[in-house]
């Protein structure tokens, strides 16, 4: 082996530059693939699983039971790191690649990142045909994996080992782009996985992916500041894109400083803390009533990090005033224009803080301010009373 060169099987590379992979947000590092889960089968214990046992020392190894849980329970650890950090799945060729599609729809239309490491058919096509090969009497290059490629972000065979690299480095790049992220597929021949190759060591050095706070448009902010100062009755939707950008201390600022009450998506529960007089709960078909009662009636409706799913529009009944427009602030262009809305494509708490800047001196009406409020109060009666136990020595009801 040279000084500039490292021999390596495929697979014992592709950890080893896993590793070394690290995601940058406000100046904190984070490993952009902590771990990886596995089930092993014929197509990927001689190359993954082999290269995972020799690399337990910088790639955690989790065993899975089964495929789809294996990437709901990664799915679920990217949601709590708000996206800064995620894990791999590697499972066999046949129904183990095949199991990785609910999970990998979940992320990618979640907008989480979860890398799928699929084993795939011999690229030499010299045992053909596997026990659980797609055999396709028209398209010799097509497998089971190819039921991964619309729920993913970022597809790729890997059928040479240099192919590994350009690919791995796209992968990267869209997992940690939070515009863009969400399942990313390397399916794995399994020759190739087991294939030595001399890579150049740069393919192994640090890298770390700086995870952008994009600002907004100054047309873009300017035209938004004129929609909310102009609105009588707005009403912010926050979804999960809160929690996200960590952007739930700049949503309590702007809050307290313009009055605009709150109601979030099930994935923006939390968004601001229930405690709080302008948070209204849910909203949309799982609602709360205060938020749908003001839903209906809302001149403009302010989505900061929603994609606007049925649950939250009520299947698009809710919003019923003749007059409502919508202000989406979202980090992707795709859901910025949901509802035909004026945009306000940025992270969302850059964008917020601009916006409570811009708006300085603006606050709803008093009267508005204490309708909702009176609305949150005879919720949270209702609520209580759904809890309390009319005989102390009953069987608990459902809601208790």
Same mark, same amino acid.
């Given at each position: 082996?040279?000084?500039?060169?490292?021999?390596?099987t495929?697979?014992?590379?592709l #950890?080893?530059?896993?590793?070394?992979?690290? *995601?940058?947000?406000?100046?904190?590092?984070?490993? @952009?693939?902590?771990? *990886?889960?596995?089930?092993?089968?014929?197509?990927?214990?001689?190359?993954?699983?082999?290269?995972?046992?020799?690399?337990?020392?910088?790639?955690?190894?989790?065993?899975g039971?089964?495929?789809?849980?294996?990437?709901?329970?990664?799915?679920?650890?990217?949601?709590?790191?708000?996206?800064?950090?995620?894990?791999? #799945?590697?499972?066999?060729?046949?129904p183990?690649?095949?199991? =990785? /599609?609910t999970?990998?729809?979940?992320?990618?239309?979640?907008?989480?990142?979860?890398?799928?490491?699929?084993?795939?058919?011999?690229?030499?096509?010299?045992?053909?045909? =596997?026990?659980?090969?797609?055999?396709?009497? #028209?398209?010799?290059?097509?497998?089971?994996?190819? *039921?991964?490629?619309?729920?993913?972000?970022?597809?790729?065979?890997? *059928?040479?080992?240099?192919?590994?690299?350009?690919?791995?480095?796209?992968a990267?790049?869209?997992?940690?782009?939070?515009?863009?992220?969400?399942?990313?597929?390397?399916?794995?021949?399994?020759?190739?996985?087991a294939?030595?190759?001399?890579?150049?060591?740069?393919?192994?050095?640090?890298?770390?992916?700086?995870?952008?706070?994009?600002?907004?448009?100054?047309?873009?902010?300017?035209?938004?500041?004129?929609?909310?100062?102009?609105?009588?009755?707005?009403?912010?939707?926050?979804?999960? &894109? /809160?929690?996200?950008?960590?952007?739930?201390?700049?949503?309590?600022?702007?809050?307290?400083?313009? +009055?605009?009450?709150?109601?979030?998506?099930?994935? &923006?529960? &939390?968004?601001?803390?229930?405690?709080?007089?302008?948070?209204?709960?849910?909203?949309?078909?799982?609602?709360?009533?205060?938020?749908?009662?003001?839903a209906?009636?809302?001149?403009?409706?302010?989505?900061? &990090?929603?994609?606007?799913?049925?649950?939250?529009?009520?299947?698009?009944?809710?919003?019923?005033?003749?007059? #409502?427009?919508?202000?989406? @602030?979202?980090?992707? +262009?795709?859901?910025?224009?949901?509802?035909?809305?004026?945009?306000?494509?940025?992270?969302?708490?850059?964008?917020?803080?601009? @916006?409570?800047?811009?708006?300085?001196?603006?606050?709803?009406?008093?009267?508005?301010?204490?309708?909702?409020?009176?609305?949150?109060?005879r919720?949270?009666?209702?609520?209580?009373?759904?809890y309390?136990?009319?005989?102390?020595?009953?069987?608990?009801?459902?809601?208790?």
């Open positions: 082996m040279s000084a500039r060169t490292r021999r390596l495929t697979a014992q590379a #950890v080893r530059f896993l590793s070394a992979q690290y *995601t940058e947000r406000d100046g904190v590092r984070r490993r @952009l693939i902590a771990g *990886t889960w596995g089930i092993f089968g014929h197509g990927n214990v001689a190359g993954v699983g082999q290269a995972l046992v020799e690399y337990a020392d910088v790639m955690p190894f989790h065993q039971r089964n495929e789809q849980s294996m990437v709901h329970a990664a799915v679920g650890y990217a949601r709590q790191l708000n996206r800064l950090s995620a894990q791999a #799945v590697t499972t066999s060729i046949g183990g690649a095949t199991n =990785l /599609v999970g990998a729809a979940l992320a990618t239309i979640n907008r989480l990142p979860v890398l799928l490491l699929p084993g795939d058919y011999f690229a030499t096509h010299s045992a053909d045909p =596997l026990l659980q090969q797609l055999e396709h009497p #028209v398209e010799a290059d097509v497998s089971v994996n190819d *039921t991964l490629r619309p729920v993913s972000r970022y597809f790729d065979r890997i *059928t040479r080992p240099e192919a590994l690299i350009p690919s791995a480095l796209q990267m790049r869209v997992l940690a782009d939070p515009a863009e992220t969400g399942a990313v597929t390397l399916a794995l021949p399994q020759d190739v996985q294939e030595a190759y001399d890579w150049p060591e740069e393919f192994f050095a640090e890298r770390v992916w700086s995870v952008r706070r994009p600002a907004p448009d100054p047309a873009e902010l300017s035209a938004a500041v004129a929609a909310i100062r102009s609105a009588a009755r707005p009403l912010i939707v926050a979804g999960g &894109g /809160v929690h996200h950008s960590e952007a739930e201390a700049a949503l309590k600022a702007f809050v307290e400083a313009t +009055g605009i009450p709150v109601a979030s998506t099930q994935a &923006g529960k &939390g968004a601001l803390r229930h405690d709080h007089p302008a948070d209204l709960g849910g909203i949309g078909h799982t609602g709360t009533a205060v938020s749908d009662d003001l209906r009636t809302a001149d403009l409706v302010i989505g900061v &990090g929603t994609r606007y799913t049925d649950f939250t529009t009520a299947s698009g009944t809710l919003f019923q005033n003749p007059d #409502v427009r919508f202000l989406n @602030l979202n980090i992707t +262009g795709f859901d910025a224009h949901k509802q035909a809305a004026r945009t306000l494509v940025c992270d969302a708490r850059a964008g917020l803080e601009l @916006l409570r800047e811009a708006l300085a001196g603006h606050r709803v009406e008093a009267s508005y301010e204490a309708e909702y409020r009176a609305g949150k109060e919720w949270d009666e209702v609520v209580e009373a759904a309390r136990a009319a005989d102390e020595n009953a069987v608990p009801t459902q809601t208790q």
